[in-house]
């Protein structure tokens, strides 16, 4: 048991940096969640949509009760072994510096067990509201 903990703890875990496109080992152990959250924080309550780039469901975040749309990025068989994917990149990166009524707020991003496995923590907001306040042709105009 010790010398499979030993020799856990020597390994690494080789990626390609994003800033400079050079390839990088890290120690295995030197790996955490960082400044993110782990996804189970958040009780899944119930899946309401699935799109191109994940899959989302209301959850109920545990630290405070707030109600949250949690997404979960998909991840294609060639992000699995690169890491995520650009695009998923370019939407963290937009919706961490758009702030906007319009535009939904992303509150943070958290983690599951894999480094791959990475949710989007979002402000919930209930579809009903959406269509009561626009009519379908100002709806129809923004799209």
Known sequence: ????????SHSTVEFVSLLDL????????????GGCRSVNEFEKLNRIGEGTYGIVYRARDSKNDQIVAL????????SEE??????ALREIHLLMTLKHPNIVHLIEVAVGKKLTSIFLVMEYC???????????RQIEFII
């Open 1 to 8: 048991m010790m010398d499979d903990e030993s020799h856990s």
């Open 126 to 136: 209930a579809q009903v509201v959406i269509f009561i306040k626009l009519p379908l």
């Open 82 to 87: 690169d890491g995520i994917s650009v695009s």
């Open 22 to 33: 050079r390839p990088r080992s890290v120690p295995r152990e030197k790996i955490g969640f």
């Open 71 to 78: 997404k979960k990025v998909r991840m294609d068989d060639k």
